[in-house]
């Protein structure tokens, strides 16, 4: 399965750990690249895995993600409204000319 960004936000939780579980055990390098990519922060990682050593990595590493990839979107959709009201601030000046 290739997992894109795209088709992360896509994944239910329990199917995000489950890929993520996979990419331990298969591919770490890929995994690596793609928290690279999602930009999760590799101190948070770090401290979320070293508090919970007991429990399943995927599913911590997914909740991760899913903050991560939800802060994105957020930033997104604040910075597209803002370059709305940055076009439309624009034709309001342009109309008082």
């Known amino acids: 399965?290739?997992?894109t960004i795209q088709a992360l936000e896509k994944l239910a939780p329990e199917d995000l750990a489950n890929a993520i579980n996979e990419l331990i055990k298969n591919d770490f390098s890929k995994l690596v690249q793609l928290l690279y990519r999602i930009d999760v922060s590799e101190a948070k990682l770090k401290y979320i895995l070293q508090a919970h050593p007991n429990e399943d990595a995927g599913k911590?590493?997914?909740?991760?993600?899913?903050?991560?990839?939800?802060?994105?979107?957020?930033?997104?959709?604040m910075?597209?409204?803002?370059?709305?009201?940055?076009?439309?601030?624009s034709i309001d000046s342009e109309e008082r000319l």
Do not use: H
């Open 1 to 3: 399965m290739e997992l």
């Open 60 to 77: 911590l590493i997914a909740a991760v993600v899913i903050e991560r990839l939800a802060a994105t979107k957020k930033a997104r959709e």
């Open 79 to 89: 910075f597209s409204q803002s370059k709305e009201g940055d076009a439309m601030n």
